[in-house]
């Protein structure tokens, strides 16, 4: 009898340090609590502020300084002789700023018009990876232009609010995938002065913007605004294709589109050229960033 | 008599069974720093947030850290290293789980630094590799500190540096970790 209750005790001490012995790796962490992962927004939907012209659901970092060279050749249809559009190029040089996560605010200059461009973005709803979070984003962008061209008719009485244009845009976009990227964007354009008597004062398009990773850096972007009311006469619906390449600070957006304009009053009201015509021109983006104010350290309490 | 031995053996290891929990530390605010100096940028990154589980008993040490939080002075930066660097998406998690090759030598009920010698497998970016580090273990008000600094390679975990900035980023990055533990009540 007492043999056996021995064995019995033998048994269960061997099976225990089994268990030991099969416990040598056990997974301490769980001891601590799962770690979950915080609710995260979604970023990188588009590697840039814009998807070619318009903009993009994507912000700037708060005190970030993105300065923007844009550059919007000839129609590549024009010739040799023309360098296959490479001989005209215009310009707009703009500065972007990031104020806080989701608020933004950029001016910009071009040549065409000689046009200056000033617009204010924010963010009220941030697309959310998790199950409860939202799943798009909302972007609203309110944008101002003032032309500032000497005027077509000097003889007649000009009014200074006559160079003053307007766009209002909301931007509602999701990222699907790591690769793929799509936006909706309607638009109004409003011109106080428009050049025929038969124009009319506001046109409304519809931007539909998405990306397409091809590698981790590069990807292939579209930006597209038909127009659905109040279209100047003799323009055409602006549509871009292009690849951005993304290198550390810059990113390089190479396109070919039939807009010549780079705001949006220019590309939505001012694009002559059909695309299906072949009257398509080279362009690019360069964009550079500059971290003018670095995030504070945050202070963490000792537990 | 001999039978009674291990009857009093049996009721031992009863008896130590619940002891064991008490042995336990942990954090969940541990501080995990790196740097990696390249030729033309330094890029360092910070993590508050940590988790740290020690068994002083077996000596076995767990490390858990989000790759998402992980601070930047630059917004960029850490945009790029969690979408191009590390793939955060794809690899939500880094883990260590190793060993104090030294605990025997190392008196936890006592007040002091200690030397530890740390030997596991770090997992990052789904790669997992050997990492060996020597770091020290401080005893202080019932508390542990555990720190250490090492060096990984990026290419020995698939992290790779595209041939443009070569140059500005270094393969070597340095990584230090300070966790301040407490007993682990279960």
């Given amino acids: 009898m007492k043999k056996s209750l021995s064995l019995w005790l033998f048994i269960i001490n061997l099976s225990l340090a089994g268990d030991k012995l099969l416990a040598q790796e056990p997974d301490l962490l769980k001891l601590a609590g799962e770690d979950k992962p915080a609710r995260t927004h979604v970023t990188n939907a588009f590697k840039s502020t814009r998807v070619i012209n318009g903009q993009s659901m994507e912000f700037l970092g708060k005190g970030v ?44 200059r071009s040549g065409v018009g000689k046009e200056l461009d000033g617009f204010i973005k924010y963010r009220p709803v941030w697309q959310s990876n998790d199950a409860r979070g939202v799943p798009f984003s909302v972007v609203l962008v309110a944008g101002m232009t003032l032309g500032t061209a000497p005027w077509a008719f000097p003889d007649r009485k ?146 | 008599m001999k039978n009674w031995k291990s009857v009093l053996t049996g009721i031992l290891v009863f008896a130590l069974l619940p002891a064991v929990a008490q042995d336990k530390y942990f954090t969940r605010t541990g501080k995990i720093s790196f740097v990696s100096k390249g030729v033309i940028e330094t890029i360092s990154a910070k993590h508050n947030s940590v988790t740290c589980v020690l068994d002083t008993k077996s000596g076995q040490i767990q490390f858990a850290v989000l790759m998402r939080g992980f601070e930047f002075r630059k917004a960029l930066m850490q945009e790029h290293f969690n979408e191009n660097y590390v793939e955060s998406d794809k690899y939500p998690k880094a883990t260590f789980k190793g060993d104090i090759t030294n605990n025997n030598a190392i008196d936890y009920s006592k007040e002091g630094t200690y030397n530890a010698n740390v030997k596991g497998k770090l997992t990052l970016h789904g790669e997992t590799r050997d990492v060996e580090s020597a770091g020290t273990i401080v005893v202080k008000n019932g508390r542990l500190t555990a720190s250490a600094d090492f060096n990984i390679l990026l290419s020995d975990y698939r992290i790779r540096i595209p041939a443009v900035v070569k140059d500005n980023i270094s393969n070597t990055v340095n990584i230090t970790v300070d966790c301040p533990m407490e007993p682990l009540k279960n």
């Fill in chain 1, 158 to 303: 000009n009014y200074f609010h006559s160079r003053i244009g307007y766009y209002h845009e909301v931007i509602i976009g999701h990222k699907f995938t790591e690769t793929f990227s799509l936006q909706l964007s309607p638009i109004l354009v409003h011109r106080n002065l428009v050049p025929g008597a038969n124009d009319k004062n506001n046109t409304f398009a519809l931007g539909i913007g998405s990306r397409l990773k091809i590698t981790k850096r590069t990807a292939f972007v579209v930006d597209y605004h038909p127009i659905l009311a109040g279209r100047q006469y003799g323009t055409k619906d602006p549509l871009s294709l292009g690849f951005d390449i993304e290198t550390g600070g810059h990113v390089f957006q190479l396109h070919v589109s039939n807009s010549t304009g780079m705001n949006e009053k220019a590309f939505i009201t001012n694009t002559t050229d059909d695309f299906w015509k072949g009257d398509i021109r080279f362009g690019f983006n360069i964009s550079r960033v500059f971290t003018l104010v670095k995030p504070k350290e945050k202070k963490v309490v000792a537990p």
């Fill in chain 1, 65 to 108: 300084l993105d300065v923007r060279f844009l550059h919007r050749f000839g129609t590549i249809n024009s010739g040799a002789n023309n360098f296959f559009g490479l001989d005209q190029a215009t310009t707009r040089i703009g500065l972007d700023y990031g104020l806080g996560k989701s608020l933004m605010i950029g001016i910009g």
